[in-house]
């Protein structure tokens, strides 16, 4: 099943930017926004400030897949996100 894209606008510090995702990836970052009590803003900064040697999308896409997957692993699922801040500190 094809799903269109969602261009939203996002900041990454004091960056505005466009960023092109599925919409099941949308809801998924809404979802650890809510849960870890951040702006989408906020990780979205948190996410540039990791090494990647592709795009910024790619990193949102990642950052997402291992959240979800160390919470279905039972680990302490606000660890990727300390770790983001452990790393920008």
Known sequence: MFTSLISRNVRI????TSVR??????????DICMREDLSLHDVC???AQQDRSGGFTSA???????YFRAAAAGRDVR???????RRAA
């Open 13 to 16: 510090g004091e960056h505005r």
């Open 21 to 30: 995702l599925e919409p099941e990836l949308w809801e998924a970052l809404e």
């Open 45 to 47: 900064t948190e996410v």
């Open 79 to 85: 660890s990727p996100v300390m770790a983001l801040r």
């Open 60 to 66: 949102l896409r990642v950052f997402v897949i291992r």
